[in-house]
């Protein structure tokens, strides 16, 4: 006598065994999944947006106007201010943001030279989009500039 099986149950089973192992295995690789922040203290600089706009709005006023440009060649970001900031002895930094890793960030600090100009070496940048903030204060009053570039080879 022959016994038939029936495989329904055992096809019941093994789609479970697969739902529950593809599960495990999608919450495993999302778990794995290194994620940065924008910035540590992301909120507190929420808080301080109001100031940064006045910043923009006093940096966009200004004659000659704020100019950040890559020279590809001589792999060099050139900044310019008006040439009065840096008589008035402009004090401030340049922050070197790379938004997909937070890690490669770098600060450099605002030296200008008698025209407003400052020449910032970056050959040892890693090719990408960056973003150049430059944030300085000239006799009380506060300046911000963020400019994206794209640093090639």
């Not at 999302?30 to 923009?56: F, N, P």
């Not at 440009?69 to 002895?89: C, T």
């Not at 008698?114 to 090719?127: C, M, P, S």
Request: proline share 5%.
């Amino acid at each position: 006598m022959k016994s038939t099986r029936n495989p329904w149950p055992l096809a019941i089973i093994a789609a479970f065994a697969v739902f529950i192992a593809g599960t495990v295995a999608l919450i495993v690789l999302a778990c794995s999944h290194r994620t940065d922040l924008v910035s540590r203290d992301y909120y507190e600089q929420e808080l301080r947006y109001q100031g940064q706009i006045d910043r923009l709005d006093r940096t966009r006023r200004l004659q000659p106007p704020v100019s950040v440009a890559y020279d590809a060649g001589q792999r060099q970001i050139r900044l310019s201010l008006p040439p009065e900031h840096a008589r008035r002895e402009a004090k401030g930094r340049i922050h070197l943001y790379r938004p997909s890793a937070a890690g490669l960030d770098r600060q450099i600090q605002l030296a200008l030279d008698a025209d407003g100009r400052q020449t910032v070496d970056v050959k040892d940048l890693r090719r990408g989009a960056w973003k150049v903030r430059v944030s300085w204060t000239v006799e009380g009053e506060e300046y911000f500039l963020d400019q994206s570039l794209l640093i090639g080879s």
